[in-house]
């Protein structure tokens, strides 16, 4: 279908676009790579009287250390996280989740910052970024704030972003080399999503979980941390009998939704198996 | 209306367009290239790949004005004086039926070799896992992709020695 009509401006630096988006109050609406939001125009789903292009500020697009942690620019697409050699280094976790998103035609388009504004309970990414503790940095008209992952995803597709705000940039820790990851994604066809995804790092020390932190996709109308299995394998042997159990615990206080693509049941029977999984792979268990 | 300009298959454009308009709606009803086809309203088919700026982007996901200033490649600009490789493996390895996804599926492929010049035939399936089509079976696609990598392998090989 065609979508509805509406205005569109190309802000030429982030100061103008938050300026076209306060203007613009409820109706206005930030375009990044349009990858999910071109869909929803195009099923008249969504009906903006103005579209802010922030796909050409380049100063909003790559990676960059800071002190402990990477600045990760809002336009940075999901094929540029693929690749990355901070991330890769650095931050794994995202890089390799990257790999698992959409196609490589999405992928060049695609940016972190629609992913984690756009906040769908399937997408990848906010689980990522809240096992990693991450945070968002958020320009509006009244400066710049930065809101923990945790604090960020307050509903179904519904963030703490007012109108007017831009996303401008996500900052994750560097994870040293005691540190592993795996996000387990569980899906039944090529190119879909997740109907669970279960994110997990650890840090592991004399054959030992010291500390693991997990982020679970798709178990609830916001991606949240799996608390109990946390609890559970810090301590635990870094085995994948240990894990597995630490991982049975993964979807308590989880509310999962039923769909066409699984019962809640079905759902956190995943996330158990799937978080053992992710933990012996991030512990590098055998 | 807002202006656009871009260079489509090496011929530059420069139009008004409504800002809603998609590219791929651009492509076929202004620019002429009905080589590429809609499939879906959902982002999922990949019927409508081509290159923006030399990677693969679904047209049909991109709005017009946000192709502004871009170097555009459809299949109709794919061929130089004869058949691209790609266009004559999917020929000969028998890659298409009804060749809807066809246009698509070469110019994924065709991003899929830029970016990994000898891939595996994993590799050749993930890269296209974009890319629907309902006829084939995707044995034949498979094969027409490994087929160019490896002439183009050894047209390297046959360079170097
Ligand atoms: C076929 C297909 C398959 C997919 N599969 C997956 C998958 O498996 N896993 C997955 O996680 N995702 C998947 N996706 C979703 C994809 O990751 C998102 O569409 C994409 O990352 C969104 O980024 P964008 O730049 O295109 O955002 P846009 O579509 O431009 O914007 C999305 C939303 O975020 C807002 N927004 C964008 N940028 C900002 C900003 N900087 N500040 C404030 N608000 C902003 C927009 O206003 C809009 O509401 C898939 C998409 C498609 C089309
Ligand atoms: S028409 Fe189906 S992805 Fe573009
Ligand atoms: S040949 Fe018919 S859809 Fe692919």
Known sequence: ?286 | MNHVSMRIDGVRYDDDVEPRLLLVHYLREVAGRTGTPVGCDTSNCGACTVLMNGVSVKSCSVLAVQADGAEITTIQGLANGEWHPLQRAFHEEHALQCGYCTPGMIMAAADLLRDNPRPSEQEVRDGLEGNLCRCTGYQNIVRAVLRVAGEMAGEQAGAAS
């Open chain 1, 1 to 286: 279908m065609i979508p509805a009509r509406f205005d569109y401006v190309r802000p030429g630096s982030v100061e103008d676009a938050v300026r076209a988006l306060a203007g613009g109050g409820d109706d206005a609406r930030v375009i990044a790579g349009g990858q999910s939001l071109l869909p929803l125009l195009r099923l008249r789903l969504a009906f903006p009287d103005l579209l802010v292009d922030v796909g050409g500020l380049s100063e909003l697009r790559g990676v960059r250390e800071t002190a402990g942690s990477l600045e990760i620019g809002a336009l940075t697409t999901i094929y540029e996280l693929t690749r990355d050699p901070l991330l890769t280094a650095h931050c794994g976790l995202l890089a390799e989740t990257a790999t698992l998103i959409a196609d490589p035609a999405v992928r060049h388009r695609a940016t972190i910052g629609g992913a984690l504004a756009h906040a769908d309970p399937a997408g990848d990414l906010p689980a990522v970024v809240l096992a990693l503790g991450g945070s968002l940095l958020i320009r509006g008209p009244e400066g710049e704030r930065e809101v923990r992952a945790g604090d960020f995803f307050t509903d179904y597709m519904t963030t703490s972003l007012s109108p007017g705000e831009l996303l401008v940039a996500v900052r994750v820790p560097r994870l040293g080399g005691d540190w592993g990851f795996r996000y387990e994604k569980f899906r039944l066809t090529a190119q879909s999503w997740a109907i669970v995804g279960v994110a997990a790092v650890a840090r592991r020390s004399n054959g030992h979980v010291a500390e693991a932190r997990i982020g679970l996709t798709n178990m609830g109308s916001v991606p949240v941390r799996a608390t109990a299995a946390e609890s559970a394998a810090a301590g635990a042997e870094a085995s994948a009998a240990a894990l597995r159990e630490a991982g049975s615990r993964a979807d308590e206080g989880t509310s999962p939704p039923s769909d066409l693509r699984g019962s809640a049941d079905y759902r956190r029977h995943l996330a158990r198996v799937l978080t053992g999984r992710a933990l012996a792979a991030a512990a590098g268990a055998s």
